[in-house]
């Protein structure tokens, strides 16, 4: 499945530390500017790595990744997230979109958390970090959840919805 493979890729990446002044690798497979934040760029290369480079916008901008997410439909309720899907951050209660992750669990109800895989991100600065991390995320900073084009447009969708 497509979306086990975005994955994949992106826990791959755990571990990986940007060089000097934001220097990092994914800036070249998704042909951003480099030396730049690249949360959204790391999550753009990894969709690209996986073939899907239709499922979500291939932007350096959190910003525009939310507005497509509006724009398509494609906003779901919080608790409703499950893996595969896009994590829009606001850490600062700023609102704007900081930051983005994806998730690699479904949201968990109890602890009002779900875990992530994140890139320019780290300890210091969760919005502008030096590395690709694991994350537990609290549902206090996220400004929206966003479900990727995971399925063909026209074809039947395979994901199996749970009531």
Same mark, same amino acid.
């Given at each position: 499945?497509?979306?086990?493979?975005?994955?994949?890729?992106a826990?791959?990446e755990v571990?990986?530390?940007?060089?000097?002044?934001?220097?990092?690798?994914?800036?070249?497979?998704?042909?951003?500017?480099?030396?730049?934040?690249?949360?959204?760029?790391?999550i753009?290369?990894?969709?690209?790595?996986?073939?899907l480079?239709?499922?979500?916008?291939?932007?350096? #901008?959190? @910003?525009?990744?939310?507005?497509?997410g +509006?724009?398509?439909?494609?906003?779901?309720? *919080?608790?409703?997230?499950? $893996?595969?899907?896009?994590?829009?951050f606001?850490?600062t209660?700023?609102?704007?979109?900081?930051?983005?992750?994806?998730?690699?669990?479904?949201?968990?109800r109890l602890?009002?958390?779900?875990?992530?895989?994140?890139?320019?991100?780290g300890?210091? #600065?969760? @919005?502008?970090?030096?590395?690709?991390? +694991?994350k537990?995320?609290?549902?206090?900073? *996220?400004?929206?959840?966003? $479900?990727?084009?995971?399925?063909?447009?026209?074809?039947?969708?395979?994901?199996?919805?749970?009531?």
């Amino acid at each position: 499945m497509l979306k086990s493979k975005v994955i994949k890729l992106a826990k791959a990446e755990v571990g990986y530390v940007e060089g000097k002044s934001n220097f990092n690798k994914f800036a070249r497979v998704t042909g951003h500017a480099n030396n730049k934040p690249w949360c959204n760029t790391f999550i753009s290369a990894i969709f690209i790595e996986a073939g899907l480079k239709n499922a979500i916008p291939i932007t350096a #901008s959190c @910003a525009s990744t939310l507005a497509w997410g +509006f724009e398509n439909d494609r906003i779901i309720p *919080i608790k409703k997230a499950k $893996r595969g899907d896009l994590l829009i951050f606001d850490f600062t209660k700023s609102g704007q979109a900081q930051h983005i992750g994806l998730a690699i669990k479904r949201f968990n109800r109890l602890t009002k958390t779900i875990k992530t895989v994140e890139g320019n991100t780290g300890e210091t #600065s969760q @919005a502008n970090g030096e590395g690709v991390y +694991f994350k537990t995320r609290s549902k206090d900073f *996220i400004v929206a959840v966003i $479900r990727p084009l995971y399925e063909t447009p026209g074809a039947p969708n395979r994901e199996k919805v749970r009531k």
